[in-house]
């Protein structure tokens, strides 16, 4: 066997671990447009998906049965986006109680959120807002991933977010402050290559220094995305094919980490469920170092609002 095939082996995730948790290959969020597709289809096309938790908390219909219709087929994993892990609230143990009984049915390869805050004072904003990066920050957010971990009894996996502001307060670069919560609490880290370029591009860091300074034997996933370019700044959309430097970023994470599991974002204007396939198979290709036809950032040509993650479930 080549040495190019059996890298190639670790990187598409055959044998590979990290914190016990194995690559699972190349999967796609699971939404609602695809599900007349997915219920006819006895073949998903794709090795697993990921789901928004907060959608199905509290869900009994016909989602619900969807969702087990594909667990019952391909692996699962519970991505949230209301954890609130950076914000001054207490945690909320009515949100947590009820993302540990999806997870007691679904039975997910592993739970995911963001290091952001989502809320403050009990109101949820709906949207994933920067914290400042110092070491008080850090204690903070540490100690609330130990007793989410404790409670879950399993790591948690941490995403790095898009943003558009930074604090002044901040004092450790986004990637320096992951490493350190790794350490701290070794909880797992799903990294966002998109929102790392989103980010790299509004605040001017270089977007390879941030993938490289990781702690990549934490790293268990991948997300790729594509953003739009609004003139003063990127938006991270979900709702474009995945630019050419964003795959860029992508087989860089893949060949530092050793191979990791890989999501495609796509939770707008979105494609028929073939042509969704079809984006995520560029990421084998790339793997396979293949040319990857140059494929620009999505540029914003009129006054139609642009928004960051729309989810419409």
């Known amino acids: 066997m080549s040495n190019h095939i059996k890298s190639m082996q670790s990187l598409s995730g055959e044998g590979s671990s ?22 006819k289809n006895d073949d998903p096309l794709v090795d697993w998906f990921e789901i928004i938790s907060e959608n199905f908390m509290d869900n009994h219909g016909y989602a619900r049965h969807v969702l087990q219709h ?13 954890m609130n892990i950076g914000s001054t609230d207490p945690l909320n143990w009515t949100y947590l109680h009820k993302l540990k009984e999806l997870a007691d049915v679904v039975q997910p390869e592993w739970i995911s959120d963001h290091l952001c805050w989502t ?8 949207d994933l807002l920067p914290l400042p990066l110092n070491e008080e920050s850090l204690m903070h957010v540490a100690g609330r991933v130990r007793e989410i971990q404790d409670f879950l ?16 307060q901040s004092e450790l670069s986004e990637w320096e402050f992951l490493a350190l919560l790794v350490e701290q609490t070794n909880c797992g880290l799903l990294l966002d290559v998109n929102n790392v370029y989103v980010s790299a591009h509004n605040h001017s860091f270089d977007a390879t220094e941030y993938v490289r ?50 999501l495609l974002e796509w939770d707008a204007n979105i494609p028929d469920y073939p042509e969704l396939v079809a984006e ?5 290709a790339v793997l396979a170092g293949e040319a990857i036809q140059d494929v620009p950032i999505h ?12 989810v419409v479930f």
């Open 119 to 126: 809320g403050f004072a009990g109101v949820n904003t709906h």
């Open 153 to 168: 009894r399993r790591p948690l996996i941490i995403e790095n977010p898009s943003t558009y502001l930074e604090f002044s």
């Open 18 to 39: 990290t914190l016990g948790l194995r690559n699972l290959g190349f999967g796609v969020g699971l939404r609602p447009q695809h599900f007349p597709y997915l219920m």
């Open 213 to 262: 300074g990781l702690p990549h034997q934490n790293i268990v996933q991948l997300h790729v995305a594509g953003p739009t370019d609004v003139g003063d700044c990127l938006i991270d959309t979900h709702d474009q094919p995945v630019p050419t430097d964003v795959w860029r970023l992508y087989k860089l994470a893949q060949e530092l980490t050793g191979g990791v599991a890989t």
């Open 299 to 310: 540029r914003q040509s009129d006054d139609t609002p642009v928004l960051s993650t729309p």
């Open 280 to 284: 995520l198979d560029k990421a084998k």
């Open 70 to 82: 594909i667990r019952s087929k391909r692996p699962v994993v519970m991505h949230g986006v209301s």
